[in-house]
């Protein structure tokens, strides 16, 4: 006989992130340190007009909403690179091994910084073992 063990799902309602979060804006990093500890990030936009409820922005836009996402949390993750760059940089004076993983790096900040996820590189195994490790976003 087979055992069968169910699935459990948490979602977590995390308040909306808004332009200029990646510098503090609304709940800026605070927002972005809570969805750093999730596996899975669901984008939820608004669609509807009502007058009753205000928007943001001033008006309804989903198309501009998701963008806002999707750019703040890069413009997270490049913060993120950037800082292991740094830190790798300084640490290559001692081991020239970490040579292949800054150029690594690098490259992931130039695909960030042209406003790709950094999901959308492909990644060899050693590239794949450098970005377990940085907890990025738009992974």
Known sequence: MQKCIPAVIEFVDIAGLVKGASKGEGLGNK??????????????????????????????????????IDLELIFSDMEMVERRIAKTTKDLKGDKSLQSELD????????????????????????????????????
């Open 104 to 139: 690594f790096l690098k490259r992931l900040y130039a695909v960030l910084e042209g406003g790709n996820s950094a999901r959308s590189m492909q990644l060899d195994e050693d590239d794949q073992a450098v970005m377990s490790t940085l907890n990025l976003l738009t992974a």
């Open 31 to 68: 927002f972005l340190g809570n969805i750093r500890e999730v596996d899975a990030i669901v984008h939820v936009v608004r669609c509807f007009e009502n007058d009753d409820i205000i928007h943001v922005e001033g008006s309804v836009d989903p198309a501009r909403d998701i963008e806002t």
